[in-house]
């Protein structure tokens, strides 16, 4: 009995003892450990594409910031160019406006020069004419004033005097007469002073006429010849 039970209690030990088999299903061993290796693995590499598409995104926005203020700037630089063309249009335009202006002045002016010289000329011109003409005009009126009044030849001589005058008045030329009036050097010269004024006459005032002045418009062409009162 003894001994049986021994052997009995020996061969549950050594049952206990030995390995049992692996349960259906149940991993071998290590497999849990290559199992977990591989999902880090992958769980790595995954991290590592969303770190590489994240400073790929990154990189793209930094090249397209980097590109648009390359064009921004392509952009500033050519605006900048039409405004300086502009602003140098704009001044040759000025510089030709008043060019053109500056022309048309000097023009302007030219042309007053010349009209003004041109009826200066002229003035001179019948001036001189005139000058020339006025001792014939003179001989006529003495003619006329030493000429007997049935004379044929008074009414010839009358109708050359007057063709001869209207003549003068025509081209501006005027006689004056200044009987009465006081005396003028300007106007006036004095041929002879009257020491016996005739009643009312004041002194400086001219009491006959001798020859009548000419003048055109302002210019005397010969002073009337006069007898002045003392």
């Known amino acids: 009995m003894g001994k049986s039970e021994q052997t009995i209690e020996q061969r549950l030990a050594g049952e206990s003892a030995a390995p049992q088999p692996d349960a259906p299903g149940a991993p071998a061993p290590g497999a849990g450990d290559s199992e977990g290796a591989r999902a880090d693995a992958r ?10 598409e994240a400073g790929g995104a990154v990189d793209g926005a930094e090249n397209a910031k980097k590109e648009q203020a390359d064009g921004g700037g392509d952009a500033s630089e050519v605006l900048q160019g039409d405004l300086d063309e502009l602003v140098a249009v704009a001044a040759q335009r000025d510089e030709y406006l ?42 006529l009126d003495r003619a006329l004033a030493a000429a007997a009044q049935d004379d044929p030849l008074l009414e010839g001589v009358r109708l050359v005097r007057a063709e001869l005058s209207a003549a003068l008045a025509r081209a501006g030329v005027e006689s004056f007469s200044p009987l009465g009036e006081c005396f003028d050097p300007v106007l006036h010269e004095a041929m002879a002073t009257a020491q016996h004024r005739p009643d009312g006459a004041e002194s400086g005032t001219i009491v ?23």
């Open 43 to 52: 769980a790595a590499g995954d991290c590592a594409d969303a770190r590489g």
């Open 208 to 230: 006959e006429v001798y020859q009548p002045g000419y003048r055109l418009g302002e210019t005397i062409i010969r002073a009337a010849r006069v007898v002045v009162a003392a």
């Open 98 to 139: 008043s060019l053109a202006q500056r022309t048309q002045a000097d023009f302007e002016n030219f042309r007053k020069r010349v009209a003004r010289e041109a009826a200066q000329a002229q003035e001179r011109g019948v001036i001189k004419l005139a000058g020339e003409l006025l001792p014939a005009l003179d001989n």
